[in-house]
T-cell receptor, first 116, second 112 residues
Framework: DTEVTQTPKHLVMGMTNKKSLKCEQH?????MYWYKQKAKKPPELMFV???????INESVPSRFSPECPNSSLLNLHLHALQPEDSALYLC???????????????FGPGTRLTVL | GENVEQHPSTLSVQEGDSAVIKCTYS??????FPWYKQELGKGPQLIID?????GEKKDQRIAVTLNKTAKHFSLHITETQPEDSAVYFC???????????FGTGTRLQVFP
């Protein structure tokens, strides 16, 4: 089973709202990722967690706050977003690197976020 | 850092024909090259990947070739079917990083 689940599928929020995106995997992967994808563009890395610790933050604005409560769950907390933050937010997971080679990443279906 | 270029940006083929998508990368140390298929409204789905210690990998109608000297890799789809229509992304990863660098994507349309 290579399934990564994400909730909700769609989210509409105002610029003053606080919301959270959730991601879950049960493949025993110890690396989890958040990506942002705008229309007709490739996924853009935001954050990487390894062993539930933040290992990469790609200079993402602080209005995006990731959290990894345990090895199966990954959250992305949203606050005071801007309309330009509207995008598809993708979660992925993988095994940790082996002999310097990145693990294969499996993506969830994404959350379509619209900021009004 | 790594940079990945992908061509063509759009590709239209007749059902049953072959399709080829090409990517080039800049970091000669890159050692992992996956291909993802993304259908409308869905997340990217891994379809095949190759590591730098092999030159070719095949899975039914899909194959990937890697030329490390020229720093390019290609996706080959044979006997295309309408359900192959999607956006395809190549990616590359350098050693000891947790980052995938994606190409810009190819929209493949297979006409019946």
């Amino acid at each position: 089973d290579t399934e990564v689940t994400q909730t909700p599928k769609h989210l509409v929020m105002g610029m003053t709202n606080k919301k959270s995106l959730k991601c879950e995997q049960h493949m025993g992967h110890r690396a989890m990722y958040w990506y942002k994808q705008k229309a007709k563009k490739p996924p853009e890395l935001m954050f990487v967690y390894s062993y539930e610790k933040l290992s990469i933050n790609e200079s993402v604005p602080s209005r995006f706050s990731p959290e990894c409560p345990n090895s199966s769950l990954l959250n992305l907390h949203l606050h005071a977003l801007q309309p330009e933050d509207s995008a598809l937010y993708l979660c992925a997971s993988s095994q940790l690197q082996t002999s310097g080679v990145i693990g294969t990443q499996y993506f969830g279906p994404g959350t379509r976020l619209t900021v009004l | 850092g790594e940079n990945v270029e992908q061509h063509p940006s759009t590709l239209s083929v007749q059902e049953g024909d072959s399709a080829v998508i090409k990517c080039t990368y800049s970091d000669s140390a890159s050692n992992y090259f996956p291909w993802y298929k993304q259908e409308l409204g869905k997340g990217p789905q891994l379809i095949i990947d190759i590591r730098s210690n092999v030159g070719e990998k095949k899975d039914q109608r899909i194959a990937v070739t890697l030329n490390k000297t020229a720093k390019h890799f290609s996706l080959h789809i044979t006997e295309t079917q309408p359900e192959d229509s999607a956006v395809y992304f190549c990616a590359a990863s350098s050693p000891d990083t947790d980052k995938l660098i994606f190409g810009t994507g190819t929209r493949l349309q297979v006409f019946p």
